[in-house]
């Protein structure tokens, strides 16, 4: 009989933690590669003239590399402009942001930190609102906005998305909120702060990689929102960029697909841009956050 040697017997541990970390990395390769293809298919698309898109032949890249399809997509006269649309949907998307940040850090704060009749009646009633479809809200917002000499304004939208956006906003900011021991604000009170001074110089940090968490997620929701904006926004001066790209949509079913993907590239830029922009100030706020605390 053969006996295993310890550094044999060390060996098999080691053996199958490197397996299963190439195991996980192959597995985060692949979930990566299939996030990321979409993307790179739309950008390879609206690179290739419609002529070539409409081929049977399959280009995994463009091979006559072409801007044309941005340049149509930007200047077109025959269809309705891009730069108005997107000052539309960056004034709404915005707003709601900033507006709802505000509200909603406040009602986090209120459900958290102080206790009060209906409190739980509140939070189930957030939960609820969450559950209900936009599509059902249809006909009640417009007939309100409509009432209100609201439709095809900036100011109108906004309201809407504002309503959308608000109970997510609260729950999540709630839960950032919650998480914060008030053991903190009590210290720096014992030390000699006022409540307000303790809650800006040693809460409020902490909560800041929260606040942008939950803004990142408000500002897709409201960039990428379609049914109220058709609704409630359908003018060319006023549509939003995702009622925009459905004018790229013929009815006799003639669509220049490589146009309409250079229209989704343009579309998504703004949000890659905020994200990687807040990203970077996320991580610096949790880490200034930890060392605060």
Same mark, same amino acid.
């Given at each position: 009989?053969?006996?295993?040697?310890?550094?044999?017997?060390?060996?098999?541990?080691?053996?199958?933690?490197?397996?299963?970390?190439?195991?996980?990395?192959?597995?985060?390769?692949?979930?990566?590669?299939?996030?990321v293809?979409? $993307?790179?298919?739309?950008?390879?698309?609206?690179?290739? #003239?419609?002529?070539?898109?409409?081929?049977?032949?399959?280009?995994?890249?463009?091979?006559?590399?072409?801007?044309?399809?941005?340049?149509?997509?930007?200047?077109?006269?025959?269809?309705? #402009?891009?730069?108005?649309?997107?000052?539309?949907?960056?004034?709404?998307?915005?707003?709601? $942001?900033?507006?709802?940040?505000?509200?909603?850090?406040?009602?986090a704060?209120?459900?958290?930190?102080?206790?009060?009749?209906?409190?739980?009646?509140?939070?189930?009633?957030?939960?609820?609102?969450?559950?209900?479809?936009?599509?059902?809200?249809?006909?009640?917002?417009?007939?309100?906005?409509?009432?209100?000499?609201?439709?095809?304004?900036?100011?109108?939208?906004?309201?809407?998305?504002?309503?959308?956006?608000?109970?997510?906003?609260?729950?999540?900011?709630?839960? !950032?909120?919650?998480? $914060?021991?008030?053991?903190?604000?009590?210290?720096?009170?014992?030390?000699?702060?006022?409540?307000s001074?303790?809650?800006?110089?040693?809460?409020?940090?902490?909560?800041?990689?929260?606040?942008?968490?939950?803004?990142?997620?408000?500002?897709?929701?409201?960039?990428?929102e379609?049914?109220?904006?058709?609704?409630?926004?359908p003018?060319?001066?006023?549509?939003?960029l995702?009622?925009?790209?459905?004018?790229?949509?013929?009815?006799?079913?003639?669509?220049?697909?490589?146009?309409?993907?250079?229209?989704?590239?343009?579309?998504?830029? #703004?949000?890659?841009? !905020?994200?990687?922009?807040?990203?970077?100030?996320?991580?610096?706020?949790?880490?200034?956050?930890?060392?605060?605390?």
């Amino acid at each position: 009989m053969t006996t295993l040697t310890p550094s044999r017997r060390l060996g098999s541990p080691r053996l199958r933690r490197r397996v299963g970390s190439v195991l996980a990395a192959l597995a985060g390769l692949f979930v990566f590669a299939c996030s990321v293809f979409p $993307v790179y298919w739309m950008v390879n698309t609206s690179l290739q #003239p419609n002529g070539q898109v409409r081929g049977s032949t399959l280009r995994l890249w463009p091979e006559n590399l072409t801007f044309d399809n941005y340049l149509g997509v930007i200047f077109d006269h025959d269809r309705a #402009p891009f730069l108005p649309a997107l000052g539309n949907s960056l004034a709404v998307t915005l707003l709601t $942001v900033a507006v709802s940040l505000v509200f909603a850090f406040l009602a986090a704060l209120a459900v958290t930190r102080f206790r009060f009749r209906s409190r739980a009646a509140f939070i189930v009633t957030i939960l609820i609102i969450q559950m209900i479809p936009a599509e059902a809200l249809i006909i009640s917002v417009f007939r309100l906005i409509d009432g209100w000499q609201l439709l095809n304004t900036v100011i109108g939208l906004t309201a809407v998305y504002l309503a959308t956006v608000l109970p997510f906003t609260i729950w999540t900011l709630r839960g !950032f909120v919650n998480g $914060v021991p008030i053991e903190l604000e009590e210290a720096a009170m014992i030390d000699g702060l006022s409540r307000s001074q303790a809650f800006w110089r040693v809460t409020f940090p902490l909560l800041a990689p929260g606040l942008v968490a939950t803004g990142v997620f408000g500002f897709i929701q409201a960039w990428n929102e379609f049914v109220f904006a058709l609704v409630l926004n359908p003018r060319p001066e006023a549509m939003t960029l995702p009622v925009w790209l459905r004018t790229f949509l013929d009815p006799n079913g003639g669509i220049n697909w490589a146009e309409l993907m250079a229209g989704s590239t343009l579309v998504s830029i #703004p949000v890659v841009v !905020f994200f990687l922009i807040v990203q970077s100030r996320m991580t610096s706020g949790l880490v200034s956050g930890a060392v605060k605390g």
